[in-house]
C-alpha cells in the first residue's frame, strides 16, 4: 500500500476486535487479515488516553472517497450493531476497518477485494465515545 498513516487504537476496540478476527469466516478473512495488520502495526493506548480527532469505534466520521470523489458521514460499528445504526459502517468491511485509528486530516490507502485500492480522506469527527466520555462503550 503507497499511504498509511500512523494509526490510534483503543485497547478496548483492540481487544474486541481480535476476538471478531480470530472468529472471522472465510468470506471475511481478506478484511480480517488486513485488519489484523493494523491492529499490530497500530498505537495501542488505553480509551481515556484517545485524542479526539482520532476513529474509533463508535465513532460518526465523515469521509471523502478521493478515488470516487464522495464525501460521506458513517458510524463506525461492529457487525453486531449494522442493523440498529441508521448510518452504519462495519468494521469488518473493507472501508470500515480502513478508517479505524486515522486522524482528521489522514489520507490512506487501502485494498478492496476485487484487487483495486480506494483512497480515503477523514474530514470531521461528529461523535467519539472517548470524547464523550464513554470509555466502555
Same mark, same amino acid.
Given at each position: !500500500? &503507497? &499511504?498509511r498513516p500512523a494509526i490510534i487504537i483503543n485497547r478496548l476496540d483492540a481487544e474486541r476486535l481480535q476476538r471478531l478476527i480470530d472468529a472471522a469466516s472465510d468470506k471475511d478473512l481478506p478484511v480480517a487479515e &488486513?485488519? /489484523? /495488520? /493494523?491492529l499490530t502495526r497500530g498505537e495501542v493506548i488505553d480509551p481515556e488516553d484517545i485524542p479526539e480527532d482520532v476513529v474509533s469505534m463508535n465513532s460518526q466520521v465523515q469521509f471523502t472517497d478521493l478515488t470516487r470523489d464522495r464525501? !460521506? %458521514?458513517?458510524? *463506525?460499528?461492529y457487525p453486531h450493531a449494522l442493523a440498529a445504526t441508521e448510518d452504519g459502517l462495519s468494521v469488518m468491511a473493507p472501508i470500515g476497518a480502513a478508517l *479505524?485509528? *486515522?486522524r482528521i486530516g489522514? %489520507?490512506?490507502d487501502w485494498p478492496l477485494p476485487d484487487g483495486s485500492e480506494i483512497k480515503l480522506r477523514i474530514d470531521a469527527i461528529?461523535?467519539?465515545p472517548e470524547r464523550e466520555g464513554q470509555f466502555h462503550r
Open positions: !500500500m &503507497s &499511504s &488486513s485488519l /489484523e /495488520e /493494523e464525501q !460521506m %458521514i458513517r458510524t *463506525l460499528v *479505524l485509528g *486515522l489522514d %489520507i490512506i461528529f461523535w467519539q
